[in-house]
């Protein structure tokens, strides 16, 4: 009886999560002819609706196409199943006989998986590609998706700093990443000097303390005429609540299926602006969130990305033979490799930047932390510097 | 005696404000090989204080690569002379014989040139170079910086609109823009049909009403499950006041040097927050500004308005030499072609949208709004239709 092969996304789109598709459907072609491929709308609910799209009525041409396009083509969800939720999944994928989920995603998406394995045992086999901008899946080098987004990041970073040495004064950028600090930290990748902005960078793995931020910002001003900062949405207070949760108060954040903070209003530009306005009053200031451009930007596709995105697709129906389990990037050898690891390594966890990423004062990049970024996102466009 | 050109830029920096400035001093350095040619550092205010870039300093290569980067490489400045302040610069000028003034900017800069001609008569001539990303000068069929500005935005809602797609919800878009909506409008450059974002686009030339926004936002999620949502950080309401304005009130507002309301804090996306929050209570929102991004992103220089940049910049030398005025890009038989036009028709005028180019309820691009973008900001990447 030919197999059949379930696949789906998970969690927010990239730029790049289509490439994993696209692999995965040419890979299991390419492998067994017969086989029949669904792509479940919307990930697991899609699974457990019944929702499919049957990848034999799509045109190699269009997978091409669709390959080459951000977003999540199947669909995407925040759903994170429960047990009854989990036995509908169940259900879905015995309903059609499926040999083997291929879920596309992040942390949420390899837990997801993780609990699917364990109440299904070995009947099917449940894999895990991975994909998040938040670079923060345990096993991984890096992950597909934030060579793009750091890119974006790293342009806009440069921009802004160039908008800045012409009309001085204190940009703040807000960066995705509720734990991890990698998309934010992308922001000083393309940096030339100590002059070059962004001039300071918080990120959710130190303690964030609105008075020494001001500080931090005055000290710069004196040193560089103008400061740029790059800040992740996630950053956290000493107590270890998130940013945006200690300014509104625990019972008036918005949550997520998951349980997440909803970090995505504008509470925390409102707070940036507030603590500016009284730290540095008169100052010229300008805080932006960059919001939901970075993650998913059509004119930053990083080539390296899209294609390692693409084969990470690929490397899944190699782990569905071998009966399941996470995909990671490595990086061995001075390339990046796909290995198979344990669904357990990877759900429910999350990869941190490593310390020495950062300064002891954790406000700047450290030399592994250049030479890590410098590695992945290469600089792209040369620049004249200004006559200011 | 040899000529003394003085160059300055004035105004919000874009991605090819430079190129206009290497086009003025490789013009002015063919013509008059023995010219000195000086520029001012952040706008008038360095002709005022006397502190200048002596071009004869900058080599060949560095003028190059300056022209490729995006900001304003000579410093620019947001100062209005007044009579007093209009004194000082003219003595500046005259201090160091200059022959000529070429001064890069938008509306107000070229304002700034008119009342110095006032003041001057025919001792020297004043040439006002356009740059504006509001592509709102008068004379002008587009604007340097326009286009690549444009391409952002068409890329970053191209993308947005695709996440939206995968992650249903409302997603609203706040552009750069204080009386015109042309950039606003480039959010929906790159639609192929009805179904694709950006669904609404609001802009300064029609009156805003949050109710109608609310209706507006309820019959296009009905429609099309999601609704993505461009808008002018300028639209105003009825009575003619900025949004900003009337939310926060006209006595609360910060104005900038020129009078203009600041429209650059998060008041505006709060209120979009609250307007949806109250509207549409429990369906997923996302505001963002794009902020100060789009006008000098790196990576979406296009190279059409790189060139005409730089010959807007070669062209106000030939203007120089006719004793002055305002170069305008006009388009003449099926191309852009540089034409003098007198500083009084562009000074302190605002060219907006032509009311063809909106549908008659004002929320969307009508057929001659499209062409206009299609002819200026053509689509640059193909795309996969989603399964969603």
């Not at 598709?21 to 299991?28: F, R, Y």
């Not at 890119?151 to 509720?178: H, N, W």
């Not at 759900?347 to 490593?354: D, E, F």
Request: with cysteine.
């Amino acid at each position: 009886m030919p197999k059949t092969f379930v696949i789906a996304q998970g969690g927010g789109p990239t730029a790049v999560i289509n490439q994993t598709l696209a692999g995965a459907v040419a890979e299991i072609e390419r492998r067994y002819p017969d086989a029949r491929i669904l792509g479940a709308r919307h990930g697991v609910r899609g699974v457990r609706d019944g929702d499919y799209v049957d990848f034999s009525d799509v045109s190699p041409e269009r997978m091409r196409l669709i390959g080459n396009t951000p977003g999540a083509a199947l669909g995407s969800t925040r759903d994170k199943p429960d047990a009854a939720y989990c036995e509908l999944v169940l259900k879905g994928l015995q309903k059609i006989d499926a040999n083997a989920f291929i879920y596309i995603g992040g942390n949420d998406t390899s837990g997801t998986q993780q609990i699917l394995t364990d109440a299904a045992g070995d009947s099917m086999a449940f894999i895990h590609a991975p994909k998040t901008i938040d670079n923060d899946l345990m096993e991984n080098d890096h992950t597909p998706g934030f060579i793009s987004a750091g890119e974006f990041v790293a342009g806009a970073f440069q921009s802004i700093d160039l908008d800045f040495r012409a009309l001085p004064g204190i940009y703040v950028g807000i960066v995705m990443g509720r734990h991890a600090g990698f998309l934010t930290a992308a922001a000083a990748a393309w940096r030339d000097d100590e002059d070059d902005g962004p001039h300071l960078i918080y990120v959710p793995e130190r303690p964030f303390s609105t008075e020494r931020f001001i500080d931090d910002v005055k000290r710069t001003l004196d040193r560089h005429k103008r400061c740029v900062v790059a800040v992740s949405e996630g950053v956290s207070t000493a107590d270890g609540k998130s940013l945006v949760e200690s300014l509104v108060g625990p019972d008036k954040v918005e949550r997520d299926a998951h349980g997440n903070v909803k970090l995505s209003g504008s509470d925390l530009n409102r707070a940036f602006e507030a603590a500016l306005a009284e730290g540095l009053p008169g100052r010229r200031a300008r805080v932006d969130a960059l919001g939901y451009v970075p993650r998913g930007y059509i004119g930053a596709i990083n080539p390296v990305d899209a294609s390692e995105a693409y084969e990470a697709g690929q490397y899944a129906v190699q782990v569905a033979d071998e009966g399941g389990g996470s995909v990671a990037l490595k990086y061995e050898g001075g390339k990046t490799v796909m290995r198979k690891v344990p669904l357990s390594a990877v759900a429910g966890k999350t990869r941190h930047m490593p310390d020495e990423f950062l300064t002891e004062d954790g406000i700047r990049l450290a030399q592994p932390g250049i030479d890590y970024l410098n590695r992945l996102i290469p600089r792209r466009f040369a620049v004249g510097k200004p006559f200011v």
